[in-house]
Structure formats: structure tokens, C-alpha cells
């Protein structure tokens, strides 16, 4: 069972940044995709930010530009820069991996915690 844990959530003004961590379990060489998602209160659950295990990122057209997904392959770790943050951007936001054809869990994937992200006006 792969746990991904997410720190680096909190309350930030307009404008501010914040950076989200997401720390996988076992190398993330294992995943094919990884990225966050977010989902604010009454709404669904929507893509932010992905990496492949390749580095091509894929962005939501409402972060483009302001937000920056990396991945440290020594530290199991994926981060999303969070800049010029916006009241909108106000959400839990969830870590996902998914795991690489070739692996035994290639059917699931997997989900953190969920971190807390408030942008006040």
C-alpha cells in the first residue's frame, strides 16, 4: 500500500505563494502520472497541476502561468509552487498518484490526506 503524505497548506493573503509537498512511500519512478487536485466547498474535485515520470506537466487553464508542478526523484517528493494566489484558488487540495503499467497496483491509484489551502482577499 503506497501512502502519500502532503504538507506546506495554510492561510495566505491575494497574492501570496505557497508551496504544497507530496511525499510518496516508495520511488516515485513507480508512477506513471502524479499531480494534485483540489475541490472547494460544494464543488467536484478538479486538476490542478500533473507530471509524468517523464517531466511533461500538464496545467489547469486557471493556474497556467502561476502555478508550478516539479518532482525531486530523490526525495519521492512532488511539489506544486503556488504564486499570485488568488481567493478562487481557496480549496483541499489532494495529492494522486498513478501508478506505471508494468507495476503490480497498476489498476489503482492513490491519494493523500488532502491539505487545506485558504487565500484571503
Known amino acids: 500500500q503506497v501512502q502519500l503524505v502532503e504538507s506546506g497548506g495554510g492561510l495566505v493573503q491575494a497574492g501570496g505563494s505557497l508551496r504544497l509537498s507530496c511525499a510518496a512511500s516508495?520511488?516515485?519512478?513507480?508512477?506513471?502520472?502524479m499531480g494534485w487536485y483540489r475541490q472547494a466547498p460544494g464543488k467536484q474535485r478538479d486538476l490542478v497541476a500533473a507530471?509524468?515520470?517523464?517531466?511533461?506537466?500538464n496545467y489547469a487553464d486557471s493556474v497556467k502561468g502561476r502555478f508550478t508542478i516539479s518532482r525531486d526523484n530523490a526525495k519521492n517528493t512532488v511539489y506544486l509552487q503556488m504564486d499570485s494566489l488568488k481567493p478562487d484558488d481557496t480549496a483541499v487540495y489532494y495529492c494522486?498518484?498513478?501508478?506505471?503499467?508494468?507495476?503490480?497496483?497498476?489498476?489503482?491509484?492513490?491519494w493523500g490526506q488532502g491539505t487545506q489551502v485558504t487565500v484571503s482577499s
Open positions: 516508495r520511488s516515485i519512478f513507480s508512477f506513471k502520472t
Open positions: 507530471i509524468t515520470s517523464s517531466g511533461t506537466t
Open positions: 494522486y498518484a498513478n501508478p506505471r503499467s508494468d507495476y503490480w497496483d497498476s489498476g489503482s491509484d492513490y
